[in-house]
């Protein structure tokens, strides 16, 4: 497990910190992360379990603590969808060194709801605008 965090936490400074010719002429929206803050945003599935209504995962997290434990404290919400027919989709901007606090507040309160996937994630969106006005 150390080994992941490790190597989440490596990716994200990576991609915060290389540069990359298609986005250097891109200005960042206002939620994307800024390279050097220390933070990176995380992408968080959490996948229903079909095999239980919705009241039953409401209620079996509400008795682990799903509701005062996740997001951390201190962890921003950048986004939070509902997929219909998968489950909820997270993203939070996540100071590097509170990756392992978010994990655990996963494990300890929302397994068993949901199954969870989680992916460092960057913002794309000014880019590909860009690149489709240019390509007009």
Known sequence: MRRWIGAVSLAAMLCATLPASAQTDATPPP??????DGTFLLTI???HD????????NEQLKEQGY?????PPGVQVVSWYVMMGIG???TLRVPADR????NRAI???AWGGYT??????????AVAEQMRAQSK
């Open 31 to 36: 939620n994307a992360t800024p390279a050097g």
């Open 45 to 47: 599935f959490l996948k």
């Open 50 to 57: 079909q095999s239980k209504p919705l009241p039953k995962i």
């Open 67 to 71: 509701f005062k434990a996740f997001p």
């Open 88 to 90: 909820q989709v997270v």
């Open 99 to 102: 990756l392992r606090e978010v």
């Open 107 to 109: 494990e300890n309160t």
């Open 116 to 125: 969870t996937e989680f992916y460092p994630t960057y913002d794309y969106k």
